[in-house]
């Protein structure tokens, strides 16, 4: 890997984190491609997650300044399940990212959702316990490459009844205590040392970080306007590929 990759991985995440075409199956189609791409484990892919994390905080950050006790505790629900899962199965999921094959048919998946996603009525109902764990579940189940992190929870929380626009803040919301826990894991188990070149992990963080910024208000206006379908077609089209040539 070079500094080209690494900026092109870190635009890549950034886009694809809060896009609903699941950022874990770009990356992996993209490393699979890379010529010679290595990293321990996957301490890259964890640093451009947290480049995605300081996006959201940014971009959030009135917002967060301002939850409300119930609040929080409505996002600690929701981290619950992909925690679980994340501690439990760590080994199983980095073996998923080998799997091209897994990760074209978990892209057919996104894709469906986001087609149903501009179908689903217009929601009045604000976060609430049932909400919350529906929309940690999908978080969860999103751990698979392919699985789009923001595609579920957004599913999820508008067929829960949430408003578009509710549904699509918690989701970003949601997504910092998920990264902040799959860093801690990821650098406890990898510890830094000399096959690790900071030059590209610093670009890529930071590619991530500005790409992430922008990207999240984009899903908003197009979630708004039901123009979720755009991704929906991508989605499809790209797992179809993916599954046969893979």
């Known amino acids: 890997m070079n500094s080209f990759w690494a900026i092109f991985l870190g635009i890549l995440q950034g886009l694809?984190?809060?896009?609903?075409?699941?950022?874990s199956g770009h990356l992996a189609i993209a490393q699979?491609?890379?010529?010679?791409?290595?990293?321990?484990?996957?301490?890259f892919d964890v640093v451009l997650h947290a480049g995605t994390l300081f996006a959201v905080v940014l971009f959030f950050r009135k917002k967060i300044l301002k939850l409300k006790t119930k609040y929080i505790w409505f996002l600690v629900l929701g981290t619950i399940p992909a925690g679980l899962v994340g501690y439990f199965f760590q080994n199983a999921i980095e073996g998923l990212f080998e799997n091209i094959h897994i990760v074209g048919y978990a892209l057919l998946l996104t894709g469906i959702m986001n087609l149903l996603t501009d179908k689903m009525a217009i929601g009045k109902k604000t976060i609430n316990t049932k909400?919350?764990?529906m929309i940690g579940l999908a978080q969860a189940f999103a751990i698979i490459p392919g699985v789009s992190r923001s595609g579920?929870?957004?599913?999820?929380?508008?067929?829960?009844?949430?408003?578009?626009?509710n549904a699509a803040e918690f989701s970003f919301l949601l997504s910092i205590p998920a990264i902040l826990g799959a860093n801690i894991l990821e650098i406890a188990k990898a510890p830094l040392d000399k096959s690790v070149n900071l030059t590209f992990y610093i670009v890529g963080f930071l590619s991530a970080f500005l790409a992430g910024f922008f990207a999240i208000g984009f899903v908003i206006k197009l979630?708004?306007?039901?123009r979720f379908k755009v991704f929906g077609?991508?989605?499809?089209?790209l797992g179809i590929l993916v599954s046969i040539f893979g």
Do not use: H, M, N
Request: hydrophobic share 40%; aromatic share 10%; proline share 7%.
């Open 16 to 23: 694809t984190e809060f896009l609903p075409v699941s950022s």
């Open 131 to 133: 909400s919350s764990l």
């Open 32 to 43: 699979s491609i890379i010529p010679d791409f290595s990293q321990p484990g996957i301490l």
């Open 233 to 237: 077609i991508y989605c499809l089209a």
């Open 223 to 226: 979630l708004i306007r039901k």
């Open 152 to 165: 579920s929870t957004i599913f999820a929380g508008t067929f829960s009844g949430l408003s578009k626009k």
